[in-house]
C-alpha cells in the first residue's frame, strides 16, 4: 500500500492545495501580462502579433516560456515606457485641471514685489496695489486701479 505524504496530514494538504491554487493564478496573471504586451507592443506587425497570440494560446506552457525568454527584456522597457505616459498624462492633466500657471506661482512675483519695495523703488500704497493684482490673479483689484500708471515700473514685475 503506498502512502501519500501531502494527504496524511490535513495541514500539510491544505498548503499543497494553497501552493497549487497560487501557482495556477500567478500562471493566469502571466499569461493575460504577455498577452497585453502582445497588443500594446508598436513594434510587432499585425502577423507577428497573430503569431504569437497562436503560440501562446495552443501551446500555452511552451508559448509562455517562449515569449519570456525572447521578448521578456522588451516586455519591461514597454511596460516602464507604459508608467511613464500614463504619469505625464496624469501630471498634465492635474496641471490643466487645477490651473496651475504657466510661468512663476504668485509667490515668486510678490517676493520679487517685495524685494523691489525694500530696495525703494516702490512705495507702500505701489506695493499694496501690486500685490493686491497679483493676489487677483491679474484681473484689477475692486478698490481701485492697479500700479500700472505709477511710473515706478511696478507694472512689468
Known amino acids: 500500500m ?3 505524504l501531502a494527504y496524511d496530514f ?3 494538504s491544505m ?3 494553497m501552493l ?5 493564478v500567478m500562471w493566469f496573471v502571466l499569461l493575460f501580462r504577455i498577452i497585453g504586451d502582445v ?3 508598436d513594434s510587432l506587425s499585425g502577423w507577428g502579433k497573430t503569431g504569437w497570440l ?4 495552443l501551446l500555452p506552457f511552451v508559448g509562455v516560456f517562449v515569449y519570456v525568454i525572447a521578448r521578456g527584456k522588451g516586455m519591461g522597457a514597454r511596460d516602464a515606457a507604459h508608467v ?7 501630471d498634465d492633466y ?3 485641471t487645477a490651473g496651475a500657471p504657466a510661468a512663476g506661482s504668485s509667490v515668486d512675483e510678490l517676493a520679487r514685489l517685495a524685494e523691489i519695495r525694500d530696495r525703494g523703488a516702490l512705495s507702500d500704497e505701489e506695493f499694496r496695489r501690486a500685490k493686491e493684482l497679483v493676489l487677483s490673479g491679474g484681473r484689477a483689484p475692486a478698490g481701485g486701479t492697479p500700479a500700472a500708471g505709477t511710473g515706478s515700473g511696478a507694472a512689468g514685475v
Open 2 to 4: 503506498s502512502t501519500h
Open 84 to 90: 511613464r505616459a500614463r504619469q505625464k498624462a496624469f
Open 20 to 24: 497549487w491554487f497560487f501557482l495556477w
Open 10 to 12: 490535513p495541514l500539510l
Open 15 to 17: 498548503f499543497w492545495t
Open 54 to 57: 497562436l503560440f501562446v494560446v
Open 39 to 41: 497588443f500594446r507592443d
Open 94 to 96: 492635474v496641471r490643466e
